[in-house]
């Protein structure tokens, strides 16, 4: 005949007995759980433990350059021509235009966002001479680019032809170095990043 599982110490202090099965059933659940096989727990460890690939050459070091590259132009040049230049030719920047005050602090927004990503890109064409060679003319505009958020949000439709011109210019200039840039949206949370 099978004992009884109750401690007659515990039901003595004044624990009801469902409190002490509650208790063993979630210690039961919680360590199966967490000995599962493909627990969260371990997919994480198996996550962290695994090392970031390193470019170790000097030709691999020059292809993650130029994908970085290509990469963080397509940004700027998407969010330009999105939120800039389709607005601007579109004649939303004018006054009085029907969504101008939106599209205003949108094209703010982005003139900031393609500033960053621009240094950026220019900074990962540092490794890659043929980029390099290609970007050198273009960095006084990259950083020229500055003080045109600002003017963009005070509705300067000037500042809006200077970020398209330097777009195009860049992309040529990648694609004589042979890294096509194709236009890239943003996401929402990359434009809040910067």
């Given at each position: 005949?099978?004992?009884?599982?109750?401690?007659?110490?515990?039901?003595?202090?004044?624990?009801?007995?469902?409190?002490?099965?509650?208790?063993?059933?979630?210690?039961?659940?919680?360590?199966?759980?967490?000995?599962?096989?493909?627990?969260?727990?371990?997919?994480?460890?198996?996550?962290?433990?695994?090392?970031?690939?390193?470019?170790?050459?000097?030709?691999?070091?020059?292809?993650?350059?130029?994908?970085?590259?290509?990469?963080?132009?397509g940004l700027a040049a998407g969010?330009?021509?999105?939120?800039?230049?389709?607005?601007?030719?579109?004649?939303?920047?004018?006054?009085?235009?029907?969504?101008?005050?939106?599209?205003?602090?949108?094209?703010?927004?982005?003139?900031?966002?393609?500033?960053?990503?621009?240094?950026?890109?220019?900074?990962?064409?540092?490794?890659?001479?043929?980029?390099?060679?290609?970007?050198?003319?273009?960095?006084?505009?990259?950083?020229?680019?500055?003080?045109?958020?600002?003017?963009l949000s005070k509705g300067d439709?000037?500042?809006?032809?200077?970020?398209?011109?330097?777009?195009?210019?860049?992309?040529?200039?990648?694609?004589?170095?042979?890294?096509?840039?194709?236009?890239?949206?943003?996401?929402?949370?990359?434009?809040?990043?910067?």
């Amino acid at each position: 005949m099978p004992a009884p599982i109750r401690s007659p110490k515990l039901f003595e202090q004044g624990v009801p007995p469902l409190v002490v099965a509650l208790v063993l059933c979630s210690t039961v659940f919680a360590g199966a759980a967490a000995c599962g096989d493909g627990s969260a727990v371990q997919r994480a460890a198996a996550y962290i433990a695994v090392p970031t690939p390193t470019p170790t050459t000097p030709a691999e070091r020059q292809k993650f350059a130029r994908a970085r590259f290509a990469a963080n132009a397509g940004l700027a040049a998407g969010a330009v021509h999105e939120w800039i230049v389709k607005p601007w030719k579109a004649g939303t920047f004018k006054k009085g235009a029907k969504g101008r005050r939106t599209a205003l602090a949108k094209a703010g927004l982005v003139g900031t966002f393609a500033y960053n990503r621009l240094g950026a890109a220019a900074r990962n064409a540092q490794g890659d001479p043929a980029l390099a060679k290609g970007l050198a003319p273009l960095a006084p505009g990259i950083d020229g680019l500055k003080d045109l958020p600002s003017r963009l949000s005070k509705g300067d439709e000037s500042a809006a032809a200077s970020y398209a011109g330097l777009v195009d210019k860049v992309k040529a200039a990648a694609r004589k170095a042979g890294v096509p840039v194709r236009n890239q949206l943003p996401s929402a949370a990359q434009l809040a990043r910067g």
